[in-house]
């Protein structure tokens, strides 16, 4: 008897354990994948702490990211820039994650305009005046609209 109730134990304790172990070898695994995806355009909306809503010229519905404490903003070498100095208007690079369906700006790099001098204005005229004479249609009627408007700039500013 106690022969038989030793094996019985024994084979309850074995298939317990082959149980168990064909259990976890057959336990679903998830893998996430996490992808970092860019997006440039000019802020149409800012709510420090809150959103970003980005008005992309490729797109012509506004992207909205949301802002966590995680989020860094950035000029173009990397410093640090205040989030009181990120306004609407101002030209940005969202890095971003999806998350579900949630879009998370991981980093936000704002680029500072640089100061329009004379000089600047007339490569810019000169600029836009050669891509008029290799342009052609609606590029070329842009071009010419851009060269005028340098132009008239140019002979605004001074030296």
Not at 20 to 36: L, M, Q
Request: with cysteine; net charge negative.
């Amino acid at each position: 008897m106690k022969k038989s109730f030793c094996a019985v134990a024994f084979v309850t304790v074995s298939m317990a354990l082959s149980g168990w172990s064909s259990a976890a070898d057959t336990a679903p695994t998830t893998t996430t994948t996490t992808t970092t995806t860019i997006s440039g355009g000019t802020i149409a909306e800012f709510v420090p702490g809150e959103t970003v809503v980005m008005q992309s010229e490729t797109s012509p519905a506004p992207a909205r990211y949301l802002v966590t404490r995680e989020t860094t903003f950035v000029d173009e070498s990397g410093a640090p820039v205040a989030v009181e100095q990120v306004s609407r208007g101002m030209p940005v690079t969202v890095q971003y994650v999806r998350e579900g369906d949630r879009v998370l700006a991981s980093r936000v790099i704002v680029h500072r305009e640089p100061t329009m001098t004379k000089a600047r204005a007339e490569a810019l005229e000169k600029y836009y005046e050669e891509l008029e004479e290799n342009s052609e249609g609606r590029a070329k009627a842009e071009a010419k609209a851009l060269e005028e408007y340098y132009d008239k700039l140019s002979d605004e500013l001074k030296d």
